[in-house]
């Protein structure tokens, strides 16, 4: 049954993402940056046969289902540095990537109930605390002369 098929297909997932986890961040705990490689990691990007069922999969094997998300496609070390030498400040405690990301853009259309999803490959803009991203704020595009 497709139904059957689809939540074991979900569990794997979870299950697959627990490791992958465990894997990226080592084995002290860390809340705030757990949360953020559960809500915006996936790499290597998993597969789907488009971006609309890309982005129904991982919101609702993330839990994140009906909501915009962006979903960055790098090793956690590329992307944990831009708290680092990887990263430039701006304002406050933002910090732009010097490196472009291989993203994918999640959009819910709540009249429609899809999402629309776009692969980018584009700078972003995160929050760290301690070294580490807590929030990804946006995608930038590339200027040259930043
Ligand atoms: C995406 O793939 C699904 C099958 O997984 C198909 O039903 C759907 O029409 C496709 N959507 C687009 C926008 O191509
Ligand atoms: C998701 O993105 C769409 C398109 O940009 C926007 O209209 C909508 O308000 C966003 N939804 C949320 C919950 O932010
Ligand atoms: C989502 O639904 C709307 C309205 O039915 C449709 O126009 C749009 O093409 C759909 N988008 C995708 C990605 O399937």
């Known amino acids: 049954m ?19 986890l465990a894997l ?5 705990p860390n809340p705030a940056k757990d949360q953020f490689l559960r809500r915006h990691w996936d790499n290597p990007k998993t597969q789907a046969t ?11 094997c993330r839990g994140i289902y ?20 990887g990263g430039r400040p701006i304002s406050g405690n933002r910090r ?5 990301f291989r993203l994918t853009i999640c959009k819910f259309n709540p009249n429609a109930r899809n999402y629309t999803g776009k692969s980018l490959f584009r700078r972003i ?22």
């Open 2 to 20: 497709a139904l059957k098929g689809s939540y074991s297909t979900l569990l794997l997932s979870l299950v697959l993402l627990g490791a992958w």
């Open 24 to 28: 990226a961040t080592g084995r002290l």
């Open 50 to 60: 488009n971006n609309t069922a890309y982005c129904r999969l991982l919101t609702r």
């Open 66 to 85: 009906r909501r915009n998300n962006t979903f960055i496609h790098a090793p956690t070390d590329a992307i944990n540095s831009v708290c680092t030498n």
């Open 96 to 100: 732009r990537s010097i490196r472009l």
């Open 125 to 146: 803009v995160i929050i760290c605390r301690n070294r580490f991203p807590v929030r990804l704020v946006r995608p930038i595009r590339f200027r040259p002369w930043l």
